[in-house]
Structure formats: structure tokens, C-alpha cells
């Protein structure tokens, strides 16, 4: 549905956006993710034709240029802040984009809307302004929907019925690339992940192989840790010792259980360490140093 081929962003004479090509298939919910100040708006806003770029953008194998924004008609998008009229109410917002009545009123009530739908958007706050700018990006069945940080000022609640409604969007086929600065509101929704740092990507995976592939860590903590770390330093096994656990590779992990079996010390606790940019991004750009040295 979106294909964007060897994209670069100048901002002045400053590259924002270094050889970008990812695709989003129809049905499928591409995850934009990276750090603050990575890339991601400027990506989005430039798939909708509003920046200076060089490089190829089909949308439904139409092309998109500056200039043209043909392409874009079926294409629902929500970026930085929602464009919405503060004196009308939320639901005279929708009706100036709504082809169909009913789409909308069902968006309304899944989005849970109802209560203040009818008054001025001028009293909404973050999140009521967030999500009637969701439910105008989901308007009229649109074929590809893009979300810059949509869970920006949700609560929980709502956020559970935004993934809720991208997953029902996606199965009738709508494609969406969604971003976020955090990694863990996606992993429940996405099925491909791009990560950006510094305007280039970095990854392109599915999201099976990316956890895979983050979850290198595991934190591990047992009845005795200063016992634990001899066990571990006599097998030549790495870790790092922390205030009150240890650090280990995942592929140590059934190693690290049998030596702490045989030695009699009960395991407490074994999990893998929460993903985060920092040390996604440092253990990709280390392994990239080591294939270049390894050449
Ligand atoms: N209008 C602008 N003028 C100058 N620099 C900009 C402008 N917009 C974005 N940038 C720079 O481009 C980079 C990417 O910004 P952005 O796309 O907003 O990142 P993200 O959305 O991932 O946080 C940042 O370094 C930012 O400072
Ligand atoms: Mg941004």
C-alpha cells in the first residue's frame, strides 16, 4: 500500500533524513519507532507530501510528490497535533470529513466519545483532543492510515481501545504505519518494526524476529547472588553484576540454570530484560563496528 524508496529530508542544508526505504502491505501495522528527535515526524510528514524531499513515495502505486497529493485521497493521518476546530463541537469536527454517517457514529462509540461528543473542542483535554484526531485519521475507510505518537495523553483505557480498533482496521485490510518513542505501546499492535535513529533506519523486521533479537538480556536472582557470581566466573560465563541481580546473555540462560542447580543455589527469578532504545541501539551499532572490523 505505501512503498517509500531511498528517501532523503534536507532541513536547510542539514540531512533530517539519510537513504529511508521501508514498505506498509495492505492489512499490515508497521511500528515507526525510535528515539525523540530520530526522524519520525519528519518521515510521516514527508509520505504526505509536506516536505522537500528526493527519493520515491508510492501510495497504491501512485506517486507523491510535493506537489501532488493525489495519491494521498484515501490516506487518513493524524500528526503532532490534531487539527481540529476548538469552537466547533467534536462531532461538527467529524461531520466536516464524514462520507458516511454510521462509520462515524460506531467510531465515536468504540472510541468511547459519546459523553463528549456534543461540546466544544476547546474544553477537550490532551487525550479527548488525541483521540477525536484518531477517530478523523480512521474516517471514511481510508487504505492507509498514519499515526505520529497517537497514545500521546491516553490513559490505559483508552489506549487499549485504539489497539483495539487499529487491529479490526487492519484485518479489513487498511494499512497503518504508527509511531512512538516508546517501544513497549507498540509491541502489542505492530507486526513490523522500523527503527530509527539519527534519520537512518536501523532495523526492518518482523516483530517475532525483533523480540527475538532485543531480548538478549535476561535478569537473573537467586537465594545468594555474591554465590552466584563465583558459580558464574569459574564457568567463564559473562554478567554484570547489579544492585540485587545479575545481567546475563539469553543463550547462557540454560547453562547458568544447570551450573546453579548442581551447585544447590535455588533461582528466584529469570526474566528478560525490558527492551529499550538505548541498549537496542548500542548492541546493533556494536555488532555493526564488530562485522566492519571482522572485514
Ligand atoms: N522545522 C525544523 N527545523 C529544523 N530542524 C528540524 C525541523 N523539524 C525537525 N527538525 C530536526 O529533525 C530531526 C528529526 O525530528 P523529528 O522528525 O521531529 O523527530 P521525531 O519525530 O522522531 O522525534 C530532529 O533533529 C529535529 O531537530
Ligand atoms: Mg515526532
Known amino acids: 500500500m505505501l512503498k517509500v524508496k531511498d528517501i532523503d529530508v534536507f532541513i536547510g542544508h542539514k540531512k533530517i533524513i539519510k537513504d529511508v526505504s521501508f514498505q506498509v502491505p495492505a492489512g499490515a501495522i508497521v511500528g515507526l519507532v525510535g528515539p525523540n528527535g ?13 516536505t522537500k524531499f528526493k527519493g520515491n513515495i508510492l ?9 501532488n497529493h493525489l495519491a494521498l485521497a484515501n490516506v487518513g ?16 469536527n ?11 457514529v460506531q467510531l465515536t462509540s468504540t472510541l468511547e466519545m459519546d459523553s463528549y461528543i456534543n461540546t466544544k473542542a476547546k474544553g477537550y483535554s490532551l487525550g479527548m483532543k488525541q483521540k477525536l484526531g484518531i477517530a478523523i485519521a480512521l474516517l471514511n475507510q481510508p487504505q492507509l492510515v498514519i499515526l505520529d505518537e497517537p497514545m500521546n495523553g491516553l490513559d490505559i483505557e483508552a489506549t487499549i481501545s485504539v489497539r483495539k480498533l487499529i487491529k479490526h482496521y487492519a484485518e479489513q485490510g487498511t494499512a497503518f504505519l504508527i509511531s512512538s518513542h516508546v517501544l513497549s505501546e507498540l509491541q502489542k499492535v505492530m507486526n513490523q518494526v522500523v527503527l530509527i535513529n539519527a534519520g537512518k533506519i536501523i532495523i526492518n523486521q518482523s516483530t517475532a524476529e525483533f523480540n527475538r533479537v532485543s531480548r538478549q538480556n535476561y ?6 547472588n555474591p554465590c552466584a557470581m563465583q558459580i558464574l566466573q569459574k564457568q567463564k560465563i559473562s554478567f554484570t553484576p547489579k544492585d540485587d541481580y545479575l545481567v546475563v546473555r539469553q543463550k547462557d540462560i540454560f547453562t547458568i540454570q544447570d551450573e546453579l542447580f548442581k551447585n544447590r543455589l535455588h533461582l528466584q527469578e529469570m526474566l528478560p530484560l525490558e527492551a529499550n532504545f538505548e541498549n537496542i541501539i548500542v548492541n546493533i551499532l556494536d555488532r555493526e563496528r564488530g562485522k566492519n572490523d571482522a572485514h
Do not use: C, S, W
Open 59 to 67: 501510495v497504491a502505486n501512485q506517486t507523491v510528490t510535493e506537489n
Open 77 to 92: 493521518a493524524l500528526i503532532e497535533h490534531p487539527a481540529i476546530y476548538p469552537f466547533l463541537t467534536g462531532l461538527q
Open 219 to 224: 535478569k537473573v536472582i537467586t537465594e545468594d
Open 38 to 50: 530520530a526522524g519520525k515526524t519528519t518521515i510521516m510528514k514527508t509520505i504526505l507530501g509536506l
Open 94 to 104: 467529524l461531520e466536516l470529513y464524514a462520507r458516511d454517517k454510521g462509520d462515524m
